[in-house]
């Protein structure tokens, strides 16, 4: 497998540069195509009294508003990346989580990361994290906040048996063939014989594809085991984490936390999730 078509994500209020200048580092690195994607949607307004003709030209102004801004995107995008044959650009009016998983289906890999302290939690101006790991059917990559290029020499991944992670680790292989160090870790929870009977196999699987890969089963204790991944990620000097997208139900993650969402909300490292 390899990553033949790159898209990235591009927020309606965040610079473009940074995270294009990303997702071009990775598209040399694979010889993929990079398409550059942005999408918004206007505030829905309901009419009160007489007030549906102010409602219709407020709508129309949002609307206006919005094409402006994809045009300019659009041409930093372009002005960035050049317009050859490899860089392609598509924008749509509509929800940016919902529009972003429909074109996804022209790419081996989503772009994306956090946007700007003001648009985030505006799903009309920029994606729902874990909507679109749910909904995108591609591996999804969060970049870190910083967005320095994504070297990939020592990948962690984060590792739990179910067909999420598994999904992960095969959707992940380009980076993980590329990598100097991968290590499957597994935070045990009760008996170890298994957890390390896991781990070993995926060692397995991932040396006849080439990868260095060794693994690490910890017992973590008290301590907060869905923050615990990102901590030895950090100690262990990843600079990328490989995981499975919400292993249990969405539901249960969000009442009662989660891997997925703790990892979601760390910004200090690249992420790349699968479901």
Known sequence: ???????????????????????????????????????????????????????AEVMRQQIE?????LKALKEEFLGVAGDGERVSWRDELGNPTELLAVHARAADLIVTGAPSAEAAGDGRR????GALILSAGRPVLFAAESLALLR????????KDTREARRAVADAMPF?????????TTIAEGEQKAARESAADVVRFLMRHG???SSD?????GANREEAIAEIAREQGADLVVAGGYGHSRLREWIFGGMTRSLISDGSLNRLFSN
Not at 30 to 43: K, T, Y
Not at 65 to 69: A, C, G, P, S, V
Not at 126 to 129: G, L, Q, R
């Open 176 to 184: 993980l063939k590329g990598a100097r160090e991968v290590i499957v």
């Open 1 to 55: 497998m390899t990553y033949n078509t790159i898209i990235v994500q591009l927020d309606m209020d965040t610079a473009v540069t940074p995270r294009l200048t990303f997702a071009m580092d990775l598209a040399r690195r694979f010889e993929a195509n990079l398409i550059g994607f942005a999408a918004a949607e206007p505030h829905a307004l309901v009419p009160g009294g007489e007030g549906g003709m102010v409602v």
């Open 126 to 129: 920029t994606v729902e994290p």
């Open 211 to 213: 990868v260095k890969a």
């Open 217 to 221: 089963v910890l017992d973590v204790g």
């Open 65 to 69: 508003d919005i094409q402006e801004r």
């Open 152 to 159: 990939a020499h020592k990948v962690l991944v984060a590792w």
